[in-house]
């Protein structure tokens, strides 16, 4: 069965339901995103409609956090798009250590991937730098993952030719050690990040950072919350430090250009003034 938009009274309605039960808030997300997660989630567990998907999560705990399951499903890789980690190599980091560089911030890191590619870069361009990247997100089966640092071996052979478009200098599978099915992060690239749950809907800032990325959260919040989470962001960072949104992401509807001025266009990185 297909959402659509026209569906999103009712929508809204599950939303606040859920949002009162578990403290989960979904209710200015992408009505898109929104419709599109909901409308996989009723064919897959053959449903019929809204109305049955809300009475069901009523009766059952177990299908509430199916739900909430679908609704944070990650999406993530290493050294996605390795350009922009290139250009965090090349400019970003020389730029920021000439100042100060010690915190960094990985907002929505899912299943950790992202956290784990700043990690190995850091490792590469600042060796013997003490630094410290929090990897944050809201949703706690996501962080076991990444805290557990094991992937599986086809993806991370998969990863390895966006590492070397990161222009990653060393060998990347040293990173790592392999069984016959998974891939388990070397303690040399855990031993700087830290995992936590965040919650950038509700949430507070908890800390000054000297680079923050936000790569392709913000697509799935509505106008109002991006605002909003915008406002985050750049209370978070000091003044200097640098954000970098993702690809699909334009700063110019979400917050004042006086607040930030262009580094790199195409990757999206931002300075705050």
Not at 147 to 152: A, C, H, L, Q, T
Not at 187 to 205: G, Q
Request: glycine share 4%.
């Amino acid at each position: 069965m297909d959402v659509d938009e026209g569906k999103f009274e009712e929508i809204a309605a599950l939303l606040q339901d859920i949002y009162m039960r578990t403290g989960a808030d979904y209710r200015d997300y992408s009505p898109t995103f929104l419709c599109r997660r909901f409308a996989a989630f009723l064919r897959k567990n053959r449903l019929s409609s809204l109305a049955e998907l809300h009475q069901i999560i009523l009766e059952s705990e177990e299908s509430l956090h199916e739900m909430l399951d679908a609704l944070s499903l990650p999406t993530t890789r290493m050294f996605r798009d390795g350009a922009v980690f290139r250009q965090i190599r090349q400019s970003v980091i020389p730029d920021l250590a000439a100042t100060r560089l010690e915190k960094i911030w990985s907002a929505g890191c899912s299943t950790g991937e992202e956290a784990y590619s700043l990690s190995i870069l850091f490792k590469e361009e600042m060796p013997g730098k003490k630094l410290v990247t929090f990897a944050t997100d809201h949703n706690e089966k996501s962080l076991r993952i990444a805290r557990k640092g094991i992937y599986s071996l086809r993806r991370m052979r998969a990863y390895t030719q966006a590492y070397l478009e990161s222009g990653g200098t060393g060998d990347f599978s040293s990173y790592y050690f392999a069984d016959q099915e998974n891939a388990i992060m070397d303690e040399s690239v855990k031993r700087d990040l830290v995992f936590a749950l965040h919650n950038l809907v509700t949430d507070s800032s908890f800390n000054e950072f000297d680079l923050i990325l936000c790569r392709n959260v913000l697509i799935y919040f509505n106008k109002k919350l991006q605002q909003q989470v915008m406002q985050l962001l750049f209370r978070s960072l000091r003044p200097g430090g640098i954000l970098v949104l993702g690809d699909k992401e334009s700063l110019r509807s979400m917050i004042s250009e006086s607040s930030f001025e262009e580094v790199d266009r195409y990757s999206r990185i931002f300075r705050k003034r």
